[in-house]
């Protein structure tokens, strides 16, 4: 489906199920890979979903010096 504009409805549905795969801890590439849609695409219906992003690079957690 890539390469296709979705508009209305089918819009709405294909925000829905981004930004619901995102905060169910996807990365923006996973789930433009399982919705069908680029990068670009993917990241513009999160934001459109009000969806918050994470930080990059994972988590930051580091041991204390001994």
Not at 36 to 51: F, K, P, Q
Request: glycine letters at 12%.
């Amino acid at each position: 489906m890539t390469g296709r504009r979705t508009t209305g409805e089918a819009r709405i549905r294909l925000r829905e199920r981004a930004a619901r795969l995102y905060l169910e801890g996807c990365t923006i590439q996973s789930t433009a890979r399982q919705i069908g849609r680029s990068y670009g695409c993917t990241r513009t219906l999160l934001l459109e979903a009000g969806v918050r992003f994470r930080r990059r690079g994972g988590s930051n957690f580091r041991k204390a010096a001994v």
